[in-house]
């Protein structure tokens, strides 16, 4: 079974522009997280998706968004680059969210490079 | 809220020997579970091992295993036999109720052949 895909893998982009990072989960997942990683600031959680609904969020600004799509893809979108979001963003797939109790493992993708000049 | 420390930024061992990376946690959650994820260059996180809070049991998998305390709220991870595949940054990282996980800064292990 392949693994969590995410696409593109490197990107750069100027300020004041904007960009969308795709991830495609493993087949059969459905919820799809998204994390953004920096030297300064560490990983931490944007968004989760599941059955196309944001299902919890993360501190970040309006600028950052997501979507998930019928068959379980999901894009986020930055808008308005700053040169602090230059990060590693990276997409965990799960099975099903977790609830009562039972434990669905999360999946990490490889992860965008993006850098904003 | 949750927050997770971790104190040592880089560790180094030498291959075959026993290394313990420190982690210590806070939540307000009845229910979590703790991991330690391994993130070798090449950037994919992998799930090392995992712990379930009401589990009294430490994990282990293999050459990994996990000491979790929880009155203390601490939670260190063992690589016995190291090898130089081991060579990663370790994050630990705890979640609650829902699919958000909190990590650490992470821990850089080098193993030294």
């Known amino acids: 079974k392949a693994g969590v895909t995410q696409t593109p893998r490197y990107l750069i982009k100027t300020r004041g522009q904007q960009v969308t990072l795709s991830c495609s989960p493993i087949s059969g997942h459905r919820s799809v997280s998204w994390y953004q990683q920096t030297p300064g600031q560490g990983l931490q959680f944007l968004f989760e998706?599941?059955?196309?609904?944001?299902?919890n969020k993360g501190n970040f600004p309006g600028r950052f968004s997501g979507r998930q799509f019928s068959n379980s893809r999901s894009e986020m979108n930055v808008s308005t680059l700053e040169l602090g979001d230059s990060a590693l963003y990276l997409c965990a797939s799960s099975l099903q969210r977790t609830s009562g109790g039972r434990f669905h493992e999360q999946y990490f993708g490889p992860g965008t490079r993006l850098t904003v000049t | 809220a949750q927050t997770v420390t971790q104190s040592q930024p880089e560790m180094s061992v030498q291959e075959a020997e026993t290394v313990t990376l420190s982690c210590t946690y806070d939540?307000?959650?009845?229910?979590?579970?703790l991991f330690w994820y391994k993130q070798p260059p090449s950037r994919q996180m992998i799930l090392v091992i995992r712990?379930?809070?009401?589990?009294?049991q430490n994990a282990t998998e293999n050459r990994f295993s996990v000491n979790f305390q929880k009155a203390a709220k601490s939670f260190s991870l063992k690589i016995s036999d190291s090898q130089l595949g081991d060579a990663a940054m370790y994050f630990c990282a705890s979640r609650g109720a829902t699919n958000k996980l909190i990590f650490g800064t992470g821990t850089l292990l080098a193993v030294q052949p």
């Open positions: 939540t307000s959650e009845s229910d979590y579970y």
């Open positions: 998706y599941f059955s196309e609904t944001q299902r």
């Open positions: 712990q379930e809070a009401y589990k009294q």
